[in-house]
């Protein structure tokens, strides 16, 4: 399976900051990576795909970008409704696999 | 706008067998190009790919799973169901029933999740 690590495992910012959340693939998996949301009780809700595509309706302070199998999340200028934890997830083969996780915490 | 409904026992005895269905409304399970997927989150394994059916009925499956599970699609119900053999423990979770679009490459995407429903195995 490929793993995937996530990093850190949990943030803390304020509102207006701008943070980047690292996922590391174990081997290339080219730009078949999504990014997922997920507030407390919630299910996960999608942010990005191919790596650096925004889902329909996700604001443009969202970006992913990828270096080889290193992929971030950044996120600029935070909003309250954005504190969150995040999670990447490879869709190059399968099973398709998820990182651990990112908590993002208002400061 | 799909929507996804889990719904089946929230107590699973050990050794048995977990079953789950997923009703959807808003578009048929039949039409289009799509994956219908089985996502499980507990806070030990954290998010975890159970597997999917696809429109035409292909499935694949996580292979630490494999031997225990099965899902299937019901057309005149339009749902899909997860079958799980054999649980223990390590089985409770969230689970989760997700559309995926499925363009067969890089532009796949997660577009709709159901709420989640809790699955406790524990006699």
């Known amino acids: 399976d490929i793993q995937m690590t996530q990093s850190p495992s949990s943030l803390s910012a304020s509102v207006g900051d701008s943070v980047t959340i690292t996922c590391r693939a174990s081997?290339?998996?080219?730009?078949?990576l999504a990014w997922l949301q997920q507030k407390p009780g919630k299910a996960p809700k999608s942010l990005m795909y191919?790596?650096?595509n925004l889902h329909s309706g996700v604001p443009s302070r969202f970006s992913g970008r990828r270096s080889g199998t290193s992929f971030t999340l950044t996120i600029n200028s935070l909003q309250p409704e954005d504190f969150a934890t995040y999670y990447c997830?490879?869709?190059?083969?399968?099973?398709?696999?998820f990182g651990q996780g990112t908590k993002l915490e208002m400061k | 706008q799909v929507q996804l409904q889990e719904s089946g026992p929230g107590l699973v005895k050990p050794s048995q067998t977990l079953s789950l269905s997923c009703a959807v409304s808003g578009g048929s399970i039949s039409g289009g190009s799509f994956y219908w997927t089985w996502i499980r989150q507990s806070a030990g394994a954290g998010l975890e790919w159970i597997g999917r059916?696809?429109?035409?009925?292909?499935?694949r499956y996580n292979p630490s799973l494999k031997t225990r599970v099965s899902i299937s699609m019901d057309t005149s119900k339009n749902q899909f169901s997860l079958k799980l053999a054999s649980v223990t423990a390590a089985d409770t979770a969230v689970y989760f029933c997700v559309r995926k679009v499925a363009y067969g490459g890089q532009e796949d995407y997660f577009d709709s999740w159901g709420q989640g429903t809790l699955v406790t195995v524990s006699s």
């Open positions: 191919g790596a650096v």
């Open positions: 059916i696809y429109t035409t009925g292909d499935t």
């Open positions: 081997e290339d998996i080219t730009n078949y």
């Open positions: 997830q490879q869709y190059s083969s399968y099973p398709e696999t």
